[in-house]
């Protein structure tokens, strides 16, 4: 039986539980400090507004983080750090057959996406076990679990990515610090998919034949997916290569 008072106190608390949890719920990041890179493209631009809007606070860098200078100076600035998002990206050089590929090209991809990941997480992850929590979201790329012909540099970079966020999410998971990575690919965005080239019936066409949903991803559905992996609710998820590619790596 409800348990009930003719003062009204059931209501008033039940009224309070309620409001309580439709802030928690609103406000899914409320005072965490959130670092993440390539603010300025990729799944920067739609991650910064929505992971401000549920309360974080955002150090939003844009710099060249290929030496490990510069991803030691950026975690000594952005001080106290309980989300890392890995937005780590670089032109897929698509159409490139192996034996073309050079060895600066090959080793670019790997210097911008596979390095900094391990030198951001180097950084950070001691401060995380310290505390005994924290997150870390990488947007990594579907190309890690499905290859690609003629992308060789690029998905053998990604795939990278995914090995390590499964060995380095294990040993985290020890600290109570969750890393995992979206595998995502047919995600809205002016690099990989111009709006010229979206708008063509071969295009199109590609969509239907590839994606059995037959359309891309908004960047926002992306980064609420990021969002959930940042927040409370992903505890229990460690070490994952998730995919996010509307049924094209299944």
């Known amino acids: 039986m409800r348990p009930y008072s003719f003062d009204g106190s059931y209501s008033r608390l039940a009224t309070a539980v309620l409001h309580r949890e439709i802030i928690l719920t609103t406000q899914r990041l409320e005072g965490k400090r959130v670092l993440l890179t390539q603010a300025d493209d990729y799944m920067g631009p739609a991650t910064l507004p929505l992971f401000a809007e549920h309360g974080a606070e955002v150090i939003a860098d844009t710099s060249n983080l290929t030496s490990q ?10 001080g106290p750090i309980d989300i890392l998002i890995a937005n780590l990206a670089a032109p897929a050089n698509t159409g490139i057959e192996a034996t073309d590929l050079s060895d600066e090209d090959f080793a670019t991809m790997f210097e911008v996406m596979v390095y ?3 030198r951001l997480c180097r950084a950070i ?3 995380m076990y310290a505390r005994g929590s924290g997150k870390v979201v990488v947007y990594g790329s579907a190309t890690g679990l499905k290859a690609m012909a003629r992308t060789s540099a690029y998905t053998a970079a ?5 090995g390590y966020v499964r060995a380095t999410g294990l040993e985290a998971a020890r600290h109570n610090v969750q890393i995992n990575l979206i595998a995502q690919n047919y995600v809205e965005n002016p690099e990989y998919y111009p ?3 979206v708008s063509t019936e071969r295009f199109q066409n590609h969509l239907q034949r590839n994606v059995p949903l037959g359309r891309l991803a908004t960047a926002r559905e992306d980064a609420l997916f990021a969002l959930f992996l940042a927040s409370q609710d992903s505890d229990f998820f460690v070490g994952q290569a998730i995919p996010f590619s509307g049924g094209w790596t299944q």
């Not at 200078?69 to 952005?78: D, P, S, Y």
């Not at 990604?158 to 995914?162: D, E, I, L, M, S």
Request: net charge negative; aromatic share 0%; hydrophobic share 50%.
């Open 69 to 78: 200078a510069a991803v030691e100076a950026l975690v000594e600035r952005a």
């Open 125 to 127: 992850l001691p401060q």
């Open 158 to 162: 990604r795939t990278a990515q995914v």
């Open 116 to 118: 900094p990941l391990h």
């Open 195 to 197: 709006p010229e080239l």
